[in-house]
Protein backbone atom coordinates (compact mmCIF):
# COMPACT_ATOMS: atom_id res chain seq x y z
CA UNK A 1 0.00 0.00 0.00
CA UNK A 2 1.44 3.11 -1.20
CA UNK A 3 1.21 6.54 0.77
CA UNK A 4 -0.61 9.17 -0.48
CA UNK A 5 1.48 12.24 -1.06
CA UNK A 6 -0.57 14.67 -2.40
CA UNK A 7 -3.33 14.88 -0.21
CA UNK A 8 -5.78 17.20 1.47
CA UNK A 9 -5.08 17.48 5.25
CA UNK A 10 -6.70 19.98 6.64
CA UNK A 11 -10.63 21.11 5.19
CA UNK A 12 -12.75 24.93 6.62
CA UNK A 13 -15.66 25.02 5.22
CA UNK A 14 -17.67 28.59 5.75
CA UNK A 15 -20.86 29.27 5.18
CA UNK A 16 -20.59 26.78 2.80
CA UNK A 17 -23.96 25.56 1.30
CA UNK A 18 -25.63 23.06 4.23
CA UNK A 19 -22.18 24.17 6.61
CA UNK A 20 -21.98 27.59 8.47
CA UNK A 21 -18.52 26.09 9.95
CA UNK A 22 -16.64 22.79 10.23
CA UNK A 23 -12.92 21.88 10.17
CA UNK A 24 -11.87 18.33 9.19
CA UNK A 25 -8.54 17.23 9.98
CA UNK A 26 -7.30 13.97 8.29
CA UNK A 27 -4.18 12.11 7.59
CA UNK A 28 -3.32 10.77 3.67
CA UNK A 29 -5.14 8.04 4.19
CA UNK A 30 -8.74 7.46 2.20
CA UNK A 31 -11.72 8.68 3.63
CA UNK A 32 -14.99 7.66 3.89
CA UNK A 33 -18.42 9.76 4.56
CA UNK A 34 -21.08 7.85 5.02
CA UNK A 35 -24.56 9.13 6.03
CA UNK A 36 -27.91 9.34 4.78
CA UNK A 37 -29.36 11.20 2.16
CA UNK A 38 -29.16 15.14 2.51
CA UNK A 39 -27.06 15.32 5.58
CA UNK A 40 -24.07 17.11 3.20
CA UNK A 41 -21.48 14.13 1.86
CA UNK A 42 -21.85 15.68 -1.52
CA UNK A 43 -21.41 19.53 -0.04
CA UNK A 44 -17.90 18.21 1.05
CA UNK A 45 -16.73 17.01 -2.10
CA UNK A 46 -17.62 20.17 -3.94
CA UNK A 47 -15.86 22.08 -1.68
CA UNK A 48 -13.01 20.12 -2.48
CA UNK A 49 -12.94 20.63 -6.03
CA UNK A 50 -13.11 24.28 -5.79
CA UNK A 51 -9.47 24.02 -4.72
CA UNK A 52 -8.95 22.46 -8.39
CA UNK A 53 -9.23 24.91 -11.40
CA UNK A 54 -12.88 25.77 -12.71
CA UNK A 55 -16.24 25.53 -11.03
CA UNK A 56 -15.96 22.31 -9.27
CA UNK A 57 -17.82 18.94 -9.40
CA UNK A 58 -21.05 20.69 -9.55
CA UNK A 59 -20.26 23.10 -12.01
CA UNK A 60 -22.38 25.51 -9.86
CA UNK A 61 -22.86 28.95 -9.73
CA UNK A 62 -20.29 30.57 -7.57
CA UNK A 63 -23.18 32.54 -5.71
CA UNK A 64 -25.08 28.76 -4.92
CA UNK A 65 -22.42 27.83 -2.81
CA UNK A 66 -23.53 30.52 -0.34
CA UNK A 67 -25.06 29.27 2.83
CA UNK A 68 -28.75 29.97 2.51
CA UNK A 69 -29.96 30.41 6.70
CA UNK A 70 -28.17 31.11 9.55
CA UNK A 71 -24.21 32.03 9.09
CA UNK A 72 -21.19 32.29 11.28
CA UNK A 73 -19.50 35.89 11.15
CA UNK A 74 -17.48 36.08 7.83
CA UNK A 75 -16.03 38.18 5.86
CA UNK A 76 -16.69 36.11 2.56
CA UNK A 77 -20.19 35.19 1.41
CA UNK A 78 -18.31 31.42 1.48
CA UNK A 79 -15.08 30.11 1.84
CA UNK A 80 -13.17 27.22 1.51
CA UNK A 81 -9.72 27.32 3.17
CA UNK A 82 -7.46 23.74 2.99
CA UNK A 83 -3.90 22.65 3.47
CA UNK A 84 -2.79 20.31 1.27
CA UNK A 85 0.62 18.12 1.01
CA UNK A 86 2.46 17.59 -1.93
CA UNK A 87 5.55 15.69 -1.88
CA UNK A 88 6.79 17.19 1.01
CA UNK A 89 5.78 20.14 1.14
CA UNK A 90 2.60 22.14 2.88
CA UNK A 91 0.84 24.44 0.73
CA UNK A 92 -2.56 26.77 2.29
CA UNK A 93 -4.83 27.56 -0.34
CA UNK A 94 -8.19 29.48 0.51
CA UNK A 95 -11.01 30.30 -2.11
CA UNK A 96 -13.86 32.13 -1.78
CA UNK A 97 -16.70 34.33 -3.03
CA UNK A 98 -15.93 37.76 -2.09
CA UNK A 99 -18.38 41.02 -2.51
CA UNK A 100 -17.28 44.07 -3.38
CA UNK A 101 -18.39 47.65 -4.63
CA UNK A 102 -21.67 45.92 -5.20
CA UNK A 103 -20.71 42.83 -7.38
CA UNK A 104 -19.31 39.17 -6.13
CA UNK A 105 -16.34 37.75 -7.63
CA UNK A 106 -14.19 34.66 -6.22
CA UNK A 107 -11.18 34.81 -4.52
CA UNK A 108 -8.04 32.77 -4.92
CA UNK A 109 -5.28 32.52 -1.84
CA UNK A 110 -1.74 30.52 -2.43
CA UNK A 111 0.09 30.16 0.62
CA UNK A 112 -0.90 34.05 1.68
CA UNK A 113 -0.62 35.28 -1.73
CA UNK A 114 -3.36 35.96 -4.06
CA UNK A 115 -3.71 34.00 -6.56
CA UNK A 116 -4.11 35.43 -9.85
CA UNK A 117 -7.04 32.86 -11.33
CA UNK A 118 -8.05 29.54 -9.86
CA UNK A 119 -6.52 28.25 -12.44
CA UNK A 120 -2.70 28.73 -10.39
CA UNK A 121 -4.44 25.94 -8.70
CA UNK A 122 -3.69 23.51 -10.82
CA UNK A 123 0.10 23.54 -10.51
CA UNK A 124 -0.63 22.93 -6.95
CA UNK A 125 -3.71 20.23 -6.74
CA UNK A 126 -4.71 17.62 -9.64
CA UNK A 127 -7.73 15.90 -8.78
CA UNK A 128 -10.32 13.83 -10.62
CA UNK A 129 -13.90 12.97 -9.73
CA UNK A 130 -16.91 10.72 -10.55
CA UNK A 131 -20.14 11.44 -9.46
CA UNK A 132 -23.82 10.18 -9.96
CA UNK A 133 -24.38 12.87 -12.64
CA UNK A 134 -21.97 11.43 -14.19
CA UNK A 135 -23.67 8.04 -15.19
CA UNK A 136 -25.41 10.02 -17.62
CA UNK A 137 -22.49 10.79 -19.28
CA UNK A 138 -22.66 8.41 -22.51
CA UNK A 139 -26.63 8.83 -23.11
CA UNK A 140 -26.36 13.00 -22.67
CA UNK A 141 -25.05 15.60 -24.80
CA UNK A 142 -21.79 16.09 -26.27
CA UNK A 143 -20.98 18.88 -24.91
CA UNK A 144 -20.71 16.64 -21.64
CA UNK A 145 -18.61 13.85 -22.64
CA UNK A 146 -15.86 16.72 -24.06
CA UNK A 147 -15.96 18.45 -20.31
CA UNK A 148 -14.74 15.50 -19.04
CA UNK A 149 -12.54 14.96 -21.80
CA UNK A 150 -11.12 18.28 -21.47
CA UNK A 151 -10.41 18.05 -18.08
CA UNK A 152 -8.22 14.77 -18.97
CA UNK A 153 -6.68 16.54 -21.12
CA UNK A 154 -5.70 19.47 -18.55
CA UNK A 155 -4.32 16.84 -16.21
CA UNK A 156 -1.21 16.53 -18.84
CA UNK A 157 -1.46 19.41 -20.57
CA UNK A 158 -2.01 22.66 -18.61
CA UNK A 159 -2.08 24.91 -21.83
CA UNK A 160 -5.23 23.50 -22.77
CA UNK A 161 -7.91 25.65 -21.07
CA UNK A 162 -5.76 28.70 -22.88
CA UNK A 163 -5.91 27.10 -26.05
CA UNK A 164 -10.05 26.98 -25.69
CA UNK A 165 -10.25 30.32 -24.43
CA UNK A 166 -8.89 31.50 -27.37
CA UNK A 167 -10.49 29.49 -29.41
CA UNK A 168 -14.18 30.31 -28.25
CA UNK A 169 -13.09 34.11 -28.08
CA UNK A 170 -12.22 34.24 -32.27
CA UNK A 171 -14.86 32.00 -32.67
CA UNK A 172 -17.58 33.98 -30.87
CA UNK A 173 -16.06 37.30 -32.60
CA UNK A 174 -16.75 35.48 -35.99
CA UNK A 175 -19.88 34.33 -35.57
CA UNK A 176 -20.76 38.18 -34.33
CA UNK A 177 -19.39 39.65 -37.99
CA UNK A 178 -20.85 36.96 -39.57
CA UNK A 179 -24.77 37.62 -37.92
CA UNK A 180 -23.99 41.73 -37.76
CA UNK A 181 -21.29 42.86 -40.05
CA UNK A 182 -19.00 44.13 -41.13
CA UNK A 183 -18.56 41.13 -43.43
CA UNK A 184 -14.77 42.27 -43.62
CA UNK A 185 -12.69 39.28 -45.18
CA UNK A 186 -9.19 40.34 -43.73
CA UNK A 187 -11.22 40.51 -40.31
CA UNK A 188 -12.43 37.25 -40.66
CA UNK A 189 -9.32 35.88 -41.92
CA UNK A 190 -7.40 36.62 -38.61
CA UNK A 191 -9.94 35.63 -36.71
CA UNK A 192 -10.15 32.55 -38.72
CA UNK A 193 -6.48 32.28 -38.72
CA UNK A 194 -6.37 32.62 -34.91
CA UNK A 195 -9.16 29.63 -34.75
CA UNK A 196 -7.15 27.04 -36.76
CA UNK A 197 -3.75 28.03 -34.03
CA UNK A 198 -5.79 27.75 -31.28
CA UNK A 199 -7.94 24.92 -32.65
CA UNK A 200 -5.18 22.50 -33.60
CA UNK A 201 -3.16 22.88 -30.74
CA UNK A 202 -6.98 21.67 -28.72
CA UNK A 203 -7.10 18.64 -31.12
CA UNK A 204 -3.87 17.57 -30.49
CA UNK A 205 -3.89 17.50 -27.43
CA UNK A 206 -6.64 15.68 -27.25
CA UNK A 207 -5.45 13.24 -29.38
CA UNK A 208 -2.07 12.91 -27.58
CA UNK A 209 -4.46 12.26 -24.07
CA UNK A 210 -6.46 10.17 -26.02
CA UNK A 211 -4.03 7.76 -26.95
CA UNK A 212 -2.19 7.61 -23.75
CA UNK A 213 -5.12 6.66 -22.21
CA UNK A 214 -5.89 3.86 -24.54
CA UNK A 215 -2.04 2.42 -23.66
CA UNK A 216 -3.00 2.76 -19.95
CA UNK A 217 -6.34 1.05 -20.00
CA UNK A 218 -4.79 -1.55 -22.74
CA UNK A 219 -2.19 -2.33 -20.07
CA UNK A 220 -4.47 -3.23 -17.60
CA UNK A 221 -6.83 -6.25 -17.17
CA UNK A 222 -8.61 -6.41 -13.70
CA UNK A 223 -12.03 -5.93 -12.57
CA UNK A 224 -13.25 -3.26 -14.68
CA UNK A 225 -13.67 -3.21 -17.86
CA UNK A 226 -11.59 -2.48 -20.86
CA UNK A 227 -12.04 0.90 -22.53
CA UNK A 228 -10.78 2.65 -25.46
CA UNK A 229 -11.87 5.84 -26.46
CA UNK A 230 -11.85 7.77 -29.51
CA UNK A 231 -12.38 11.35 -31.08
CA UNK A 232 -15.81 11.85 -32.99
CA UNK A 233 -16.10 14.59 -35.09
CA UNK A 234 -12.55 15.58 -35.01
CA UNK A 235 -11.54 18.02 -36.96
CA UNK A 236 -9.14 17.76 -40.18
CA UNK A 237 -6.04 19.63 -38.65
CA UNK A 238 -4.81 20.40 -42.05
CA UNK A 239 -7.60 21.43 -43.70
CA UNK A 240 -9.52 23.56 -40.52
CA UNK A 241 -8.10 26.66 -41.86
CA UNK A 242 -9.83 26.07 -45.19
CA UNK A 243 -13.05 24.83 -43.78
CA UNK A 244 -14.11 27.31 -41.82
CA UNK A 245 -13.55 29.93 -44.73
CA UNK A 246 -15.66 27.42 -47.17
CA UNK A 247 -18.24 27.42 -44.33
CA UNK A 248 -18.99 31.46 -43.70
CA UNK A 249 -22.00 31.67 -45.27
CA UNK A 250 -23.58 28.45 -44.27
CA UNK A 251 -22.34 29.79 -40.68
CA UNK A 252 -24.15 32.86 -41.56
CA UNK A 253 -27.05 31.13 -41.87
CA UNK A 254 -27.01 28.70 -39.42
CA UNK A 255 -26.26 30.75 -36.33
CA UNK A 256 -23.24 28.54 -35.41
CA UNK A 257 -20.03 27.39 -36.17
CA UNK A 258 -20.46 24.15 -38.08
CA UNK A 259 -16.62 23.02 -38.11
CA UNK A 260 -13.93 22.93 -35.56
CA UNK A 261 -13.16 21.27 -32.04
CA UNK A 262 -16.21 22.65 -29.97
CA UNK A 263 -17.70 19.74 -32.12
CA UNK A 264 -15.70 16.71 -31.24
CA UNK A 265 -17.44 14.12 -29.31
CA UNK A 266 -15.40 11.55 -27.00
CA UNK A 267 -16.58 7.92 -27.69
CA UNK A 268 -15.96 5.17 -25.60
CA UNK A 269 -16.18 0.89 -26.43
CA UNK A 270 -16.67 -1.46 -24.10
CA UNK A 271 -13.82 -3.72 -25.83
CA UNK A 272 -14.92 -7.24 -24.19
CA UNK A 273 -18.01 -6.74 -25.61
CA UNK A 274 -17.55 -5.27 -28.83
CA UNK A 275 -19.89 -2.31 -28.19
CA UNK A 276 -20.80 1.16 -27.57
CA UNK A 277 -20.85 2.54 -23.97
CA UNK A 278 -24.32 4.09 -25.07
CA UNK A 279 -25.48 0.28 -25.47
CA UNK A 280 -23.96 -0.84 -22.06
CA UNK A 281 -26.27 -1.44 -18.79
CA UNK A 282 -25.94 1.28 -16.87
CA UNK A 283 -23.95 -0.59 -14.16
CA UNK A 284 -21.38 -1.22 -17.20
CA UNK A 285 -21.44 2.37 -17.94
CA UNK A 286 -20.22 3.10 -14.39
CA UNK A 287 -17.86 0.34 -14.83
CA UNK A 288 -16.29 1.86 -18.18
CA UNK A 289 -15.73 5.46 -16.48
CA UNK A 290 -13.92 4.00 -13.47
CA UNK A 291 -11.50 2.10 -15.75
CA UNK A 292 -11.26 5.82 -17.64
CA UNK A 293 -10.51 7.21 -14.31
CA UNK A 294 -7.81 5.10 -12.36
CA UNK A 295 -6.45 4.59 -15.94
CA UNK A 296 -6.11 8.65 -16.06
CA UNK A 297 -4.92 8.74 -12.36
CA UNK A 298 -2.29 5.91 -12.81
CA UNK A 299 -0.67 8.17 -16.19
CA UNK A 300 -0.90 11.30 -14.13
CA UNK A 301 0.94 9.56 -11.08
CA UNK A 302 3.57 8.22 -13.59
CA UNK A 303 3.28 11.62 -15.04
CA UNK A 304 4.49 13.28 -11.73
CA UNK A 305 6.91 11.21 -10.01
CA UNK A 306 4.26 9.10 -8.03
CA UNK A 307 1.88 12.33 -6.98
CA UNK A 308 -1.61 10.57 -7.36
CA UNK A 309 -4.33 12.92 -7.71
CA UNK A 310 -7.09 13.44 -5.45
CA UNK A 311 -10.12 11.24 -6.27
CA UNK A 312 -13.60 12.31 -5.23
CA UNK A 313 -15.89 10.07 -5.92
CA UNK A 314 -19.77 10.40 -5.10
CA UNK A 315 -21.87 7.04 -4.27
CA UNK A 316 -19.18 5.33 -6.12
CA UNK A 317 -20.31 2.00 -4.73
CA UNK A 318 -23.91 2.66 -5.59
CA UNK A 319 -23.60 0.24 -8.52
CA UNK A 320 -20.99 -1.96 -8.06
CA UNK A 321 -20.80 -5.47 -7.01
CA UNK A 322 -18.66 -6.72 -4.54
CA UNK A 323 -16.03 -7.73 -6.39
CA UNK A 324 -15.53 -4.40 -8.17
CA UNK A 325 -15.67 -2.74 -4.70
CA UNK A 326 -12.94 -4.17 -3.58
CA UNK A 327 -11.03 -4.27 -6.87
CA UNK A 328 -11.84 -0.62 -6.67
CA UNK A 329 -10.67 -0.04 -2.95
CA UNK A 330 -7.30 -2.24 -3.85
CA UNK A 331 -6.49 0.25 -6.44
CA UNK A 332 -7.20 3.20 -4.83
CA UNK A 333 -4.39 1.78 -1.96
CA UNK A 334 -2.11 0.44 -4.83
CA UNK A 335 -2.26 3.98 -6.33
CA UNK A 336 -1.67 6.22 -3.23
CA UNK A 337 -4.49 8.09 -3.92
CA UNK A 338 -5.93 9.98 -1.14
CA UNK A 339 -9.72 9.36 -2.50
CA UNK A 340 -12.32 10.83 -0.59
CA UNK A 341 -15.54 8.66 -1.03
CA UNK A 342 -19.65 8.13 -0.24
CA UNK A 343 -21.93 6.37 0.10
CA UNK A 344 -25.34 5.61 2.70
CA UNK A 345 -24.17 2.30 3.78
CA UNK A 346 -20.96 2.68 5.99
CA UNK A 347 -21.16 -1.76 5.52
CA UNK A 348 -20.06 -1.08 1.94
CA UNK A 349 -17.01 -0.17 2.27
CA UNK A 350 -16.12 -3.08 5.07
CA UNK A 351 -13.03 -4.05 3.01
CA UNK A 352 -11.64 -0.67 3.73
CA UNK A 353 -11.50 -1.34 7.30
CA UNK A 354 -8.70 0.71 9.47
CA UNK A 355 -6.56 1.40 5.88
CA UNK A 356 -9.38 4.58 5.34
CA UNK A 357 -10.66 7.02 7.65
CA UNK A 358 -14.39 6.82 8.41
CA UNK A 359 -16.33 9.50 8.82
CA UNK A 360 -20.21 9.28 10.05
CA UNK A 361 -22.51 12.35 8.32
CA UNK A 362 -25.76 13.55 9.51
CA UNK A 363 -27.35 16.51 9.41
CA UNK A 364 -24.08 18.48 7.95
CA UNK A 365 -22.03 17.29 11.19
CA UNK A 366 -18.97 14.68 10.87
CA UNK A 367 -17.98 12.56 13.19
CA UNK A 368 -14.39 10.36 13.08
CA UNK A 369 -16.00 6.52 12.88
CA UNK A 370 -13.88 3.36 13.43
N1 LIG B 1 -26.61 27.02 -0.53
C1 LIG B 1 -27.13 26.16 0.39
N2 LIG B 1 -27.45 26.61 1.63
C2 LIG B 1 -27.94 25.77 2.56
N3 LIG B 1 -28.12 24.47 2.35
C3 LIG B 1 -27.81 23.96 1.16
C4 LIG B 1 -27.28 24.77 0.11
N4 LIG B 1 -27.07 24.00 -0.97
C5 LIG B 1 -27.44 22.75 -0.63
N5 LIG B 1 -27.89 22.71 0.64
C6 LIG B 1 -28.38 21.54 1.40
O1 LIG B 1 -27.33 20.69 1.71
C7 LIG B 1 -27.92 19.45 2.09
C8 LIG B 1 -26.93 18.33 1.94
O2 LIG B 1 -26.63 18.16 0.59
P1 LIG B 1 -25.61 17.06 0.03
O3 LIG B 1 -24.24 17.34 0.51
O4 LIG B 1 -25.83 17.01 -1.43
O5 LIG B 1 -26.16 15.73 0.73
P2 LIG B 1 -25.67 14.23 0.55
O6 LIG B 1 -25.17 13.80 1.89
O7 LIG B 1 -26.89 13.45 0.15
O8 LIG B 1 -24.63 14.20 -0.50
C9 LIG B 1 -29.20 19.33 1.27
O9 LIG B 1 -30.26 19.09 2.14
C10 LIG B 1 -29.33 20.69 0.61
O10 LIG B 1 -30.63 21.19 0.70
MG1 LIG C 1 -24.71 13.30 -2.34
Known amino acids: MAQARLSVNRLGLTNFRSYASVEIAVETAPVVMAGPNGAGKTNVLDAI ?8 LRGARLGEHTRQGPSAASEALWAVAATITRGGESYDIGTGLVSAQGSERRQVRLNGAPASSSADLGDVVQMLWLTPAMDRLFLESASGRRKFLDRLVLGFDSTHARSATRYETAMRERARLLKFGPRDSAWLDGLEAEMTQAGIAMALARRETVARLNRALAERGGAFPAAQLSLEADIGAESLSA ?13 RTT ?13 Q ?5 RQCSTGEQKALLISIVLADARELSRARGGLSPILLLDEIVAHLD ?15 AQAWMTGTDIEMFAPLKNRAQLFRVADSHLHASD
Do not use: N, Q
Open 49 to 56: SLLSPGRG
Open 243 to 255: DLARARMRDAEAG
Open 259 to 271: VGPHLTDLAVRHT
Open 273 to 277: KRSDA
Open 322 to 336: GVRRAALFEEILDLG
